[in-house]
């Protein structure tokens, strides 16, 4: 229901009056302060840059977690080698008729020519290796550097990096497990394409708290008058736009 909303319905995910935002406010704070200080050469350096930063986002209080975040991450920093590159933007054909797009965090590159790709997060409780190694986005990372650099995927390490605890998460995906990963992905695609929009159903799970249509989903209560009303504020209404080839 959710894909329904955003892609077929072309509605903005503003529909949850009991959202909040602190946590992904804060995420975002300190994901700047990691992009804009990767060359800071000292932890002083890093924290004006994060009262540079602060006014631009807005969270409650956090001001030991913020410390606590570039305490670690100044260490963790430090000894990092051949970063290539921060908010890396990629869109890469990892299978016929099928790119993958998005944002990479960090990407670095060791003198033997093995790439380690790092994910922030801002969350206290880490995942552990097993949770990650069926991890879709970090397997996405995976296919896409392997697929943009020309290098075996098992030369690609993917981590997430937890600047609360300072701990780094990391392994390495085998191809098989990339190439079934692609199938199921190819497998999506089509059902997707063949898919009715009567076809794309609610579904409850552990995030739907913080899903932006909560406000508009029948598994959480919402009347149909309340969302016809959100479909007729889209700015499409419903279907594509004109010209829409998508």
Request: proline share 4%; aromatic share 12%.
């Amino acid at each position: 229901m959710k894909y329904r909303y955003r892609y077929i319905d072309y509605l903005k995910d503003e529909y949850n009056e009991t959202l909040s935002t602190d946590a992904l406010q804060f995420g975002s704070y300190i994901h700047k302060i990691f992009e804009d200080g990767v060359d800071a050469t000292s932890i002083d350096e890093l924290r004006q840059i994060g009262r540079d930063l602060r006014k631009n986002y807005q969270f409650k209080g956090r001001v030991k977690d913020i410390e606590t975040c570039i305490k670690n991450f100044f260490d963790f920093n430090t000894n990092l080698e051949g970063s290539i590159s921060t908010e890396m933007l990629f869109s890469e054909q990892v299978i016929d008729d099928l790119s993958v797009n998005g944002i990479i965090d960090r990407v670095c590159k060791s003198k033997s020519g093995k790439y380690l790709v790092i994910d922030y997060k801002t969350s206290k409780r880490e995942k552990t290796k097993r949770e990650l190694q069926s991890d879709p986005q970090l397997m996405t990372y995976a296919a896409a550097i392997s697929k943009m650099y020309n290098v075996p995927v098992q030369n690609v390490s993917v981590a997430h990096y937890y600047p609360l605890t300072g701990n780094l998460v990391a392994l390495r995906y085998l191809p098989p497990q990339i190439s079934s990963f692609l199938r199921k992905i190819n497998q999506d695609k089509w059902e997707i394409r063949k898919a009715k929009v009567k076809d794309f159903k609610p579904r409850v799970n552990q995030y739907c708290n913080w899903c932006g249509y909560k406000d508009i989903c029948p598994k959480q209560g919402a009347c149909p008058t309340k969302i016809n009303e959100a479909l007729k504020k889209s700015k499409f209404g419903r279907g594509k736009p004109k010209g829409s080839k998508g």
